[in-house]
């Protein structure tokens, strides 16, 4: 008999503990088909961040740290410093990255961090219960922008792949969505376009997922992947930022 | 023995180097030895000073309150620690930057024009190594040697072009005695 | 024997943290304690070591943990500013149990404060500083050369019990020059089998031909069962450390003591001038230096009251916070006084003894 589709041997033989219609899974599986594919997971360390994914360190089989909320980058810097033989990678959600460890991420990737940041971006806190966060979309209800997110009061959301693609060190920067089967191969490419530099000490690498939180947004996961498209894709283009292999090729940007 | 020493003057003016220097020496010689320096902004074109410990026993107390060797380079060092040195104590007094003197009968003041001193070895850079000259060559506190030594390895390896105006500016504080 | 040499405290603990096997150091600038940091960044790049100058104080602990958690002894300094920011990671470090070894070149406070001397850091050093329930192994030199020596005590604990420790000196301590002999370093080789001793626990690759490990570096425990098991485990830990490493050095202690002083850190060196000073008037005062002050030298303090003594005198530069362990370690026996500085000023040997004359 042919296997057509296995758990990818990088994640923990564990149930993911996630909601209902919560894109982390794909995330994650996405993450560990790649190292799968690469070859990586034995001489990879993974950082968990504080927010829905914070049992991250539960579901891959590499060694993996929680970091305090906002810290991951951080702690994947002392990692990698401390075990340069080694790939580091963190998984990070839009509070966690574009909130309290707007330093970290900003810092880690101006030094050119050979580490690869996954980040999760739904526009909201999951696991705190809908709070606004830093992606929350303009005029968006959440329970702590009840009347929605009013642009003159607390801003406009932050567009952290554009905001790290004005530093000169990041080596690759790309935005992808979760939104449908195409669309996940596509971000599958760009994991592992990610991981493979990584791989090859590279440089600073980074990827944002585009995803959804049913839960939280009110949405039933069917429709929240269309309340997505229409909203957070116009908001937050898809694209990639910035690619240094293509430097060398005359690249096209 | 018990050398409790406060060099102070004008920030730049080498205060630190010359405790430093005496302080280097005396640990070579077998002596205890602290080197406290002030720090901070007052560094920064202020007046700095470093109090200096040498001694036979163990020190305890690195903070020098009451100096029994000053080093005054400027008048409001003068000023601060001229009243609380000891008495019988030795003042070393800058006498180019203090144009009011120190009322004092009871403590051995030696007056010395060392910025002059300075400028005749070649710059006021050397301030310091006059300094020091004048220190040993009224104290003993250490041996000329030592401090020979210790310039001359330190010299060698950073700007050896400066050797000769401090070797100089040493001897002419030592000798300012023989004058 | 080693030469020694003139160096500040500052640059002398860098050293002898090299030398003690740290090839990782993660720090912000700050007074007075940025000799350190431009100590390691001189020398770092010469025994291929690791420095980063931290885009904050928050972002230096936290690389501190991923580096401990690779099982690397791994250091950061600060002043007491820059402590307070780091007290996130430092509980999440003792949480994890992470080895880490912190230095504080204390000054004053509150809030900014200023850059000179102070002591004000005693709770937040010996009584956590961050949220839960732990313990910081807290190391007080008083001398340049102990500063060093405390570097590779440090490590050498933190490993053991794999617990944080700080070494909490003061602004003196970090400027002053004293003469300083090094331990001898240590060789590439020994640093290897040091970073094995963690193999057990630590993040590290999956090696052919062992037996296949999933290492969680990690402090979070939603099962309060689970938890309180975890915190009482590192509790037994305190308690070991309690029995094993609580240090102190006695100076004029005797049965004949009616008045004994305790002070550490660079409080101590001012209080043991003025003993020696009465002692030349025929006083005999005696002096409890905690060279640990987390673990707290209890026994020592109170094996030292015998039958004459009648007052116990406590010198600290704050307002009194060791004096709070020294009547808990005294219990009511015998009345506790206390004399303190703050705002970064440093007391005469003078105004300690007028202060020990007014009980004799």
Known sequence: MQVIAQRPKSLMKIPFTYCPGCLHGIAHRLIAEAMDELDICDKTMGVAPVGCSVFAYKFFDCDMAEAAHGRAPAVATGMRRARPDMCVFTYQGDGDLAAIGTAEIVHSANRGENITVFFVNNAIYGMTGGQMAPTTLPSMKTSTSPYGRDVNDIGYPIKASELLATLEAPYYIERVSLLSPQEIIKAKKSVLNALKYNKENRGFTFVEFISTCPTNWGIEPVKSREWARENMLKFFEIGCFRDRSKDHEGGEK | ?179 | MAQKVLMKGNEAVAEAAIRAGCRLYFAYPITPQSELIEYMAKMMPKVNGTFIQAESEVAAINMIYGASGCGRRAMTSSSSPGISLKQEGISYIAGAKLPAVIVNVQRGGPGLGDIQPSQGDYFQATKGGGHGDYRVIVLAPNSVQEFADMAADAFDLADKYRNPVMILADGLLGQMMEPVEFKIAKTDQEIEELNKQHYDWCMRPNVDGEERHHHEINSLELDPNVLEKHVLSLNETYKKIEQNETSHEEYNINEDNEIFCVAFGTASRIVKSAITELKKKGHNVGLIRPRTVWPFPSEAINRAITGKVRKILVFELNLGQMVEDVQLSVNGKVPVDFMGRVGGIVFTPDEVIKKIQESL
């Open chain 2, 1 to 179: 023995m018990k050398a409790e020493i406060i060099c102070s003057g004008f920030g730049g003016q080498g205060v630190l180097t010359i405790g430093k220097f005496l302080a280097q020496a005396a640990m070579k010689e077998g002596k205890n030895v602290s080197w406290l320096p002030s720090y901070g902004p007052e560094m920064r074109g202020g007046t700095a000073n470093v109090s200096v410990v040498i001694s036979d026993e163990e020190i305890a107390s690195p903070l020098v309150s009451k100096p029994n060797i000053l080093v005054a380079l400027n008048q409001p060092s003068l000023d601060k620690f001229g009243p609380e040195t000891q008495k019988g104590g030795v003042i070393l007094v800058n006498t180019d930057m203090t144009p009011n003197k120190l009322p004092r009968e009871d403590v051995d003041i030696v007056n010395a024009p060392m910025s002059s001193i300075a400028i005749e070895c070649g710059s006021t850079k050397v301030l310091n190594m006059v300094s020091i000259g004048l220190v040993i060559g009224k104290t003993k506190i250490v041996k000329f040697e030592t401090i020979e030594q210790d310039l001359k390895e330190f010299l060698e390896l950073k700007n050896p072009q400066l050797l000769s105006a401090n070797m100089e500016a040493l001897k002419r504080g030592m000798d300012f005695f023989k004058e």
